[in-house]
């Protein structure tokens, strides 16, 4: 399974460490990913999505059912 976002899609971006010296190395930074249990209504049941931490705030704003059919998402599967 990739590290990314369900909902919202986010992945790791490619930055540079950069030392003290000013050496530049390339580096991942991976997102906030948290497996979370969320109420579906719809569905009437528990659904455990793989969310970033952004999503699950924005999740209590918008709702499983809105932000699970902009992603294109069948929560049915999950």
Known sequence: MSRRCQLTGKK???AYA???SHRRTKK??????QWKR???????RWVRLR???????????????A????AGL????F
């Not at 969320?38 to 009437?44: E, I």
């Not at 999503?55 to 704003?61: R, W």
């Not at 932000?67 to 902009?70: G, I």
Request: proline fraction near 5%; hydrophobic fraction near 40%; aromatic fraction near 4%.
């Open 12 to 14: 790791a971006n490619n």
């Open 18 to 20: 950069i030392s003290h």
């Open 28 to 33: 991942l930074q991976q997102p906030n990913l």
């Open 38 to 44: 969320v109420w579906w209504p719809q569905g009437n």
């Open 51 to 65: 969310l970033s931490t952004k999503a699950i705030k924005t999740l209590e704003v918008k709702g499983l059912q």
């Open 67 to 70: 932000m699970a059919k902009e």
């Open 74 to 77: 069948d929560l049915s599967k």
